[in-house]
């Protein structure tokens, strides 16, 4: 039996984020992950630079909008893209949620996707409006993740206006009063991970193989 201590990744990851079959394959490896979710807003928390330097996590989800690149949200968070790895991993479709007794409740799939006319005199209820303060420190997640996308929806069960949401997190926090429905008046977004280049490690790299379907000490 092996004395070697068992390496721990810690994944920071967002609402919407669904990485348990990475995190299966990679524990099968002898590797084990501990996760920490943040809002969207802290996304870039763990990328930060930390005196003395901690780089944990170590590696964590990144969504941006699809009409903009990665680069320019780590920018706008001060980061140099520069200093940052990113490995893109899927599209995110944006979708609205109204109450099942809204009038848009009798829209089907032949009506397409809800546009900006359908939406022009809607109240728009912005998951950013009611979020929890930001937490200082990447390791920790907030009192209640996802508050914001929580309340949004909660609102939107009212009748009285729409949330926009990415279709992942419309569907982890979905209710049964709320229907989910496709529209073109956001461009998605796209979802990576990233890590700072100078925590660059094999750990990080077995994890990222994983997502890519490489096996066990294949080549990069």
Do not use: N
């Not at 996304?43 to 680069?71: E, K, V």
């Not at 520069?82 to 409740?105: F, G, Q, T, W």
């Amino acid at each position: 039996m092996s004395d070697q201590p068992v390496e721990t990744l810690f994944l920071s990851t967002i609402p919407g984020a669904t990485p348990s079959k990475w995190v299966q394959r990679f524990k099968a490896r002898g590797s084990h992950v501990q996760l920490v979710t943040q809002d969207e807003q802290s996304q870039t928390l763990f990328l930060q630079p930390h005196d003395p330097p901690r780089y944990l996590p170590q590696l964590g989800y990144l969504r941006w909008r699809a009409d903009q690149t990665w680069q320019q949200l780590v920018s706008d968070a001060g980061l140099d893209p520069d200093e940052l790895h990113l490995v893109r991993l899927y599209d995110e479709a944006p979708v609205i949620m109204v109450s099942k007794d809204h009038l848009l409740a009798a829209w089907t799939d032949d009506d397409g996707d809800v546009g900006a006319q359908e939406l022009a005199d809607e109240t728009f209820w912005d998951p950013a409006d009611y979020a929890s303060a930001p937490v200082a420190d990447p390791l920790d997640s907030p009192e209640q993740v996802a508050a914001g996308e929580r309340m949004a929806i909660q609102l939107a069960a009212t009748g009285s206006g729409y949330t926009l949401l990415p279709a992942s997190v419309a569907r982890m926090f979905g209710q049964k009063d709320v229907l989910v429905l496709p529209t073109d008046v956001h461009p998605g977004w796209e979802v990576g991970l990233a890590w700072r280049k100078a925590a660059d490690s094999d750990l990080i790299q077995d994890f990222v193989g994983v997502t890519k379907g490489r096996r066990p000490r294949s080549s990069r």
